[in-house]
């Protein structure tokens, strides 16, 4: 190919698919015990020493890139080729306006060179799902354009609906109140949050109970597929493996022809959510809020 294409680790992109595609990922900095790591798609800290380090008090911190950290990443692919950078959602972190920065400077140097940043509005699952299906066509030989276009013109087909088991982490992010986490915790509330056309995360609706909110998620993301038998589905789980295999049962139980697979919530995504998140994500109709 004629350009590179490469995206960064807050798609939660699974470590097998990174290396039997050979995709080129971004690893995005946190911090966790007061040591600063770089998310590798689990490779350093596996899921389940994450979450349990949670459990046990820790507060992971998220950081963004800055434009120095995008030049010395990108500049030696355009010394060679074009670029096509996958980025996450630019409404949930100031890191792409340092990549875009670092466009800017880079295009100065490599006049000859383009370097495309497409903004996928999304993160975690569904972004995954928009990689794949660009990379994809990358593989096929679709030229940088059409591929950019792809993503621009489909993200919001791509959709999650994410279970939240406790609250003190939604509160700690300031994307609800004490007063409600309070609450909710003692009506055992469980808040499902949906990435919205915007690329923000948003509160979607309230369950009573984790039985019945699995029971949600599989209902909703059925009401929001448009073709089972072509659809690919990914159950994000965060500490939770049994619960994913109930969801996964009950969704198959209900559409047999569904491709599902299991695979966990990245550090950055976790550090907002938490230990215990559920989310099922899938390529469907356009996000409903």
């Not at 383009?114 to 066509?137: C, F, N, Q, Y």
């Not at 369950?207 to 009401?223: C, D, H, P, Q, W």
């Not at 697979?261 to 950055?268: L, M």
Request: glycine share 6%; proline share 6%.
């Amino acid at each position: 190919m004629d350009y590179v294409f490469m995206t960064d680790s807050d798609s939660d992109l699974p470590f097998d698919l990174k290396q039997k595609y050979d995709i080129p990922v971004v690893y995005m900095p946190y911090a966790l015990n007061g040591k600063e790591y770089f998310d590798d798609l689990g490779q350093t800290i596996n899921s389940k020493d994450y979450f349990t380090a949670m459990r046990n008090g820790a507060t992971p911190i998220t950081s963004a890139l800055n434009e120095t950290a995008y030049l010395e990443i990108f500049e030696p692919i355009l010394k060679e080729r074009d670029l096509l950078f996958v980025a996450f959602s630019s409404k949930m972190s100031s890191t792409i306006h340092a990549a875009e920065s670092a466009r800017a400077k880079l295009l100065e140097k490599y006049p000859q060179r383009r370097l495309e940043i497409v903004d996928t509005l999304s993160i975690s699952g569904p972004m995954t799902l928009l990689i794949l299906k660009a990379h994809e066509m990358y593989r096929a030989g679709a030229p940088l354009d059409e591929v950019a276009s792809w993503i621009r013109e489909n993200y919001d087909r791509a959709q999650a609906f994410f279970m939240v088991d406790d609250l003190k982490y939604l509160k700690r992010g300031g994307r609800i109140s004490p007063t409600a986490a309070v609450v909710g915790t003692m009506l055992d509330l469980k808040p499902i949050i949906v990435e919205t056309k915007e690329g923000t995360l948003t509160s979607f609706s309230k369950v009573r109970g984790r039985k019945k909110a699995i029971s949600f998620l599989a209902e909703n993301t059925l009401a929001n597929l448009e073709d089972p038998e072509e659809s690919v589905l990914i159950i994000l789980q965060a500490d939770c493996p049994q619960e994913a295999e109930t969801l996964k049962a009950d969704l198959l139980s209900k559409e047999p022809r569904l491709t599902i697979r299991i695979d966990n919530v990245g550090p950055v995504v976790g550090a907002h959510c938490g230990p215990g998140t559920l989310a099922s994500c899938f390529m469907g109709k356009r996000r409903p809020v």
